[in-house]
């Protein structure tokens, strides 16, 4: 379900452009949780996928980086 509501937070904002701070605020909370979540279970390429997201995304907007995003939801 969390996935999927990733996804369409992507979807929404490249759809209307609308409100990239709080896109941007939810990517970043999801990836942590994700990052976290998988590590703790031995998930480790996960782990580190999220964590090379996250600092993709440090001081830029996921809106820059929608396309990488939606390829990350897919893999």
């Given amino acids: ?6 996804e369409a937070s992507l979807l929404d904002f490249q759809n ?4 990239a701070e709080e896109l941007t605020t939810a990517v970043k909370r999801y990836l942590h949780n994700l990052k976290g979540d998988s590590g703790s279970i031995g998930l480790h390429e996960i782990e580190r996928v999220c964590h ?7 001081g830029s907007s996921a809106s820059a980086h929608v396309a990488e995003l939606l390829q990350f939801k897919q893999w």
């Fill in 1 to 6: 379900l969390l996935l999927d509501e990733f």
């Fill in 16 to 19: 209307t452009g609308e409100s």
């Fill in 52 to 58: 090379s997201l996250e600092d993709l995304l440090l």
